[in-house]
């Protein structure tokens, strides 16, 4: 399984910017997709993520109401729109994507173990 991500760029605070994540060796429509940031000096964190399952999707507090998740299973691609862009959310953003039979996200807890990576795309914002 291989993952491209790309989309990535540098952008004034309050734009726009659509990442994709374009899934290849997989059967994509049973794989669920997530997506994480890592900024400077920290921890990577999950983003979003949307379930193969039952098609739920879920978002960190932090990108609520301003990052969309979403994929086309007939493209192998997921998506992550993201809008209204700060520069706090300055980052290497990473899709991921793994086999669930389960939605990725349950209560508080994020699905910790994906098994395929993309290389990251890294997102700049200037204020």
């Known amino acids: 399984v291989q993952l491209q991500a790309s989309g990535g760029g540098l952008v004034l605070a309050g734009g726009s910017l659509r990442l994709s994540c374009v899934v290849s060796?997989?059967?994509?429509?049973?794989?669920?997709i997530g997506w994480f940031r890592q900024a400077p000096g920290k921890e990577r964190e999950p983003v979003s993520c949307i379930s193969s399952s039952d098609g739920s999707t879920h978002y960190a507090n932090s990108v609520k109401g301003r990052f969309s998740i979403s994929r086309d299973n007939a493209k192998n691609t997921g998506y992550l729109q993201i809008n209204n862009l700060k520069p706090e959310d300055t980052a290497v953003y990473f899709c991921?994507?793994?086999?669930?039979?389960?939605?990725?996200?349950?209560?508080?807890?994020?699905?910790?173990?994906?098994?395929?990576w993309g290389q990251g795309t890294l997102v700049t914002v200037s204020s």
């Open positions: 060796g997989a059967t994509f429509e049973r794989y669920a």
């Open positions: 991921a994507t793994d086999w669930l039979d389960s939605p990725c996200r349950q209560g508080s807890g994020w699905f910790p173990d994906y098994d395929y």
